[in-house]
């Protein structure tokens, strides 16, 4: 249940971040379209996230000691320009134009799944 919280949560996030950020696009036929693209997206970004954030924090740990986690900021633009590279080979309606896109992009998708997680309680443990 919580996956599916996780993953609703930040697809809302890419629907936000759809309306504030120029650069950063669905193009679905219908509501129903887009919604199931943003859940798509979102799947994916979780999983890019998931796989190749702790990797590259290995082993760029340099540059973010170097930077004081400012690198953090650029890694976390070419994770979501990944997303919109895997997306389009996907044949999935979501377009991000460049870096600076997915600079601004990938930060308002993180301060609204930020937002929206402390607003939505999570998952009670059940140990």
Request: glycine residues 8%; aromatic residues 8%; hydrophobic residues 65%.
């Given at each position: 249940m919580g996956f599916l919280i996780r993953?609703?949560?930040?697809?809302?996030?890419?629907?936000?971040?759809?309306?504030v950020?120029?650069?950063?696009?669905?193009?679905?036929?219908?509501?129903?379209?887009?919604a199931f693209t943003l859940v798509?997206?979102?799947?994916?970004?979780?999983?890019?996230?998931?796989?190749?954030?702790?990797?590259?924090?290995?082993v760029g740990c340099v540059f973010y000691l170097l930077t004081l986690g400012l690198f953090a900021l650029v890694v976390n633009a070419l994770l979501f320009l990944l997303t919109d590279w895997i997306a389009g080979k996907l044949d999935l309606p979501f377009r991000v134009d460049g870096f600076w896109a997915?600079?601004?992009?990938?930060?308002?998708?993180?301060?609204?799944?930020?937002?929206?997680?402390?607003?939505?309680?999570d998952a009670p443990d059940r140990r």
């Open positions: 993953l609703a949560i930040t697809a809302i996030a890419l629907w936000v971040t759809t309306l950020v120029p650069g950063v696009e669905v193009t679905g036929r219908s509501g129903a379209n887009t798509v997206v979102a799947l994916i970004f979780g999983v890019v996230n998931a796989v190749l954030k702790p990797v590259i924090q290995v997915a600079f601004w992009g990938a930060i308002v998708v993180a301060v609204v799944s930020w937002v929206i997680s402390v607003v939505v309680p």
